[in-house]
T-cell receptor, first 117, second 112 residues
C-alpha cells in the first residue's frame, strides 16, 4: 500500500482480556518494527522482523507480549491478559533494507491506541 | 548495543529564533541518523536524515550536522515558526543490522 496501515486505530479493553493489533507495512518493505509510546513518552522498541530471519524480540516487556509476521508482510502484535500499564499507543514502522549505506528510511503507521480499563 | 542520548528534553524559543537539539551515540558502527517530528496525536514523520559520509545537510530552515569523531549529531531549526512546535526524536542505525535506536525526544515550543 501507499503507507503503513494499522488497525484498530483505537481499542478499549478490560483488564485481563487479550488484544491483537495489526500492521500492514509498505509493499516491498522487508523490515518491520513495533514500538510502544506511553503518554508523553519516547519510543520504546518492542520487536523487529527482517525478512526470513529470526525476529529481534529483545524489547518485549513480558511473556504476555508476542508478535508474528506471516508471509513476510502483515504483522500481528498480541498482548495477553492485558494490564492497565499496557495502555499506550502501539506504533508500527517499516523500511526497505538495502545495502548498509543505502536508503533505509523508517516510515511509521498512525498507531493503535490501546486503553486498558 | 547502541545508546542514543538526546538533549534538551524540553525547549522553548521565541518565534523567529533558532532551536538546536543535540544527540550523542555510542556505537561507532552507526552510519545513518534520521530526525523525526511528531505533532500532538500524530505519527512520527521523517524531516531530515544524514549518513555517516556527510558532515552536514540542509533543507530550507532545517539542518543536521554530524561529528563522527565525537559521536554526536545535532538538529538546527532557523527562523522558527509556531508550526515547528512538536516533539523531535533523533535516531541512529548501525551498519551491523537494521535496528534503529531512538533518543528520548525533545518537546519544542515556539512562542508566537
Amino acid at each position: 500500500g501507499a503507507g503503513v496501515s494499522q488497525s484498530p486505530s483505537n481499542k478499549v479493553t478490560e483488564k485481563g482480556k487479550d488484544v491483537e493489533l495489526r500492521c500492514d507495512p509498505i509493499s516491498g518493505h522487508t523490515a518491520l518494527y513495533w514500538y510502544r509510546q506511553s503518554l508523553g513518552q519516547g519510543l520504546e522498541f518492542l520487536i523487529y522482523f527482517q525478512g526470513n530471519s529470526a525476529p529481534d524480540k529483545s524489547g518485549l516487556p513480558s511473556d504476555r507480549f508476542s508478535a508474528e509476521r506471516t508471509g513476510g508482510s502483515v504483522s500481528t502484535l498480541t498482548i495477553q491478559r492485558t494490564q492497565q500499564e499496557d495502555s499506550a499507543v502501539y506504533l508500527c514502522a517499516s523500511s526497505l533494507v538495502g545495502t548498509p549505506s543505502g536508503a533505509n528510511v523508517l516510515t511509521f503507521g498512525a498507531g493503535s491506541r490501546l486503553t486498558v480499563l | 548495543g547502541e545508546n542514543v542520548e538526546q538533549h534538551p528534553s524540553t525547549l522553548s524559543v521565541q518565534e523567529g529564533d533558532s532551536a538546536v537539539i543535540k544527540c550523542t551515540y555510542s556505537d561507532s558502527a552507526s552510519n545513518y541518523f534520521p530526525w523525526y517530528k511528531q505533532e500532538l496525536g500524530k505519527r512520527p514523520q521523517l524531516i531530515i536524515d544524514i549518513r555517516s559520509n556527510v558532515g552536514e545537510k540542509k533543507d530550507q530552515r532545517i539542518a543536521v550536522t554530524l561529528n563522527k569523531t565525537a559521536k554526536h549529531f545535532s538538529l538546527h531549526i532557523t527562523e522558527t515558526q509556531p508550526e515547528d512546535s512538536a516533539v523531535y526524536f533523533c535516531a541512529a542505525r548501525t551498519n551491523t543490522g537494521n535496528q534503529f535506536y531512538f533518543g528520548t525526544g525533545t518537546s519544542l515550543t515556539v512562542i508566537p
